[in-house]
């Protein structure tokens, strides 16, 4: 179960935003005058954001810390200080905050790059060798500092649950720790599709700037373009279009988009540059190594990865697993996964998790681990009433089923609640909340399944929550 996008709420929202955005265009193009000078570049700045910088950086180094353990890096300091200086003379250039940007190599085949808040840019070592020359690669890294510079993942992230979580709760989130807070009302699982899961309009931006970014650093701006026609062949060999295409504008169009900017920038430097003899040296000394694995072959690189809708997950195991963590500790079925972010763990089996309607996954099949803060003096049924209310906020289809009689949690005095509400894709899900107040807060297991299916799920989600020790 996740804080639900309100549908009619989200579309008056997205009007509005499409106002402002109207407004702040005709702002632009105001401040413009037309043949002002040579260079006209697009104004790109980032937008709306409930995040501070510092919690773009907090946020990008807690998921670079993840992305590192799952991903396989090639951990090779020639390569990755070649990229890490080009990267951040590259960086330089970018407008707005100065973030801590670290670039590094992931020894994957595929060609791809990605960028996480606060400066954390990974590039793939497929990429490095399908780029002809160091400006096609300072091209594609320009892109992801842009990812960077204009705030594209918090952003996404704040368009995308403002809506939902009201204005109430967001006060309350921003106060301290907001960022703890909002990852617990989001969960991880959303917080991590939204982070890198962007929108064409962003995509776009991230070209524009780009191409700006590669030109003032003093590479010729055409490379981007350049690199764009290689990955156009390489999906036409393939037939599928390269990583660095998905959700992408098509590449006939950024194409455009790139050499419209370099006219507005007034053509290229005279200077301007192609290649290095250490690009050339590096791209050689990687086409050396053993052969990079293809993502498809890595395992498990997605630990949010999500079955397609509709399929079924397969029964919860009679054999289960442990997972502990400072707090607490928990026994579940032992085909199922745990994912543990800030305090919170997820357990869930594959194909658990669905992605709604605007991408964003939520947890359809499993049970969530949980601490929620009431306000000071709160009981057991207050805290309760309280954790009920802010989950209503953000689920408004949310009816009380089975009103919260008395249990037992980790050898403490419990509530237990049961709801019904609308599920991620269709239909109505079961909802079994338990909850019991601790020293920290009021520590709570949600457990969600199908309307339908619950039953099949009630021994597992019983199991577990009968399974759970608190460590002191
Ligand atoms: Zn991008």
Request: proline share 7%.
């Amino acid at each position: 179960m996740r804080p639900r996008l309100v549908s009619p709420l989200r579309r008056a929202f997205i009007r509005e935003l499409r106002r402002t955005l109207v407004c702040l265009c005709v702002l632009v193009l105001a401040a413009i005058p037309a043949g002002a000078g040579p260079d006209q570049r697009t104004k790109l700045e980032p937008g709306w954001d409930l995040f501070s910088t510092q919690d773009d950086i907090k946020l990008g180094r807690q998921n670079s810390e993840e992305a590192e353990n799952l991903l396989p890096m090639l951990k090779d300091e020639r390569v990755n200080s070649y990229l890490d200086t080009l990267g951040k003379r590259l960086a330089q250039f970018a407008p707005g905050e100065k973030y801590p940007y670290q670039f590094k190599c992931v020894n994957i085949a595929d060609i791809n790059a990605f960028a996480l808040p606060g400066g954390f840019v990974y590039v793939n070592r497929g990429l490095i060798q399908a780029a002809d020359n160091e400006a096609e690669l300072a091209g594609v890294m320009g892109h992801e500092i842009s990812h960077v510079a204009l705030r594209h993942g918090t952003s996404q992230v704040t368009k995308a649950l403002a809506p939902s979580v009201g204005v109430a709760v967001i006060g309350s989130v921003l106060g301290d720790n907001a960022l703890g807070k909002l990852v617990t009302a989001v969960g991880a699982f959303s917080m991590n599709s939204l982070l890198l899961k962007y929108s064409r309009t962003v995509e776009s931006e991230a070209d524009i700037l780009g191409t700006q970014i590669a030109h003032d650093a003093g590479f010729d701006p055409h490379a981007l373009a350049d690199f764009f026609v290689v990955l156009a062949d390489v999906e036409k060999k393939l037939g599928v279009p390269p990583e660095f295409f998905s959700n992408h504008p098509s590449p006939e169009h950024r194409i455009d988009r790139v050499n419209e900017e370099i006219q507005k920038l007034g053509g290229p430097l005279p200077d301007a540059k192609k290649d290095s003899p250490e690009f050339r040296e590096i791209r050689r000394y990687l086409f050396s190594l053993p052969p990079a694995p293809r993502a498809a072959m890595v395992a498990d690189t997605d630990p949010y990865g999500t079955a397609d809708a509709g399929e079924k997950p397969e029964a919860p195991a009679e054999k289960v697993q442990s997972f502990e963590n400072d707090s607490f500790k928990v026994q579940f079925p032992g085909n199922w996964k745990a994912t543990a972010q800030g305090g919170s763990v997820t357990l869930y089996p594959a194909g658990g998790v669905a992605r709604n309607e605007h991408g964003v996954a939520m947890l359809a099949y499993g049970s969530i681990v949980s601490r929620f803060e009431p306000r000071a003096g709160a009981t057991l049924e207050s805290a309760t009433d309280q954790l009920i209310a802010s989950l209503r906020e953000s689920n408004p289809a949310l009816e009380v089923q089975r009103k919260a009689e008395p249990m037992r949690l980790g050898g403490e005095r419990a509530l237990s609640a049961y709801f019904h509400n609308d599920a991620p894709i269709k239909g109505k899900e079961t909802i079994w909340l338990v909850t019991t107040l601790r020293p920290d807060g009021l520590f709570y297991v949600v457990s969600v399944a199908p309307q339908a299916e619950f039953d099949h799920y009630t021994k597992a989600f019983e199991a577990a929550v009968n399974s759970l020790k608190f460590r002191q």
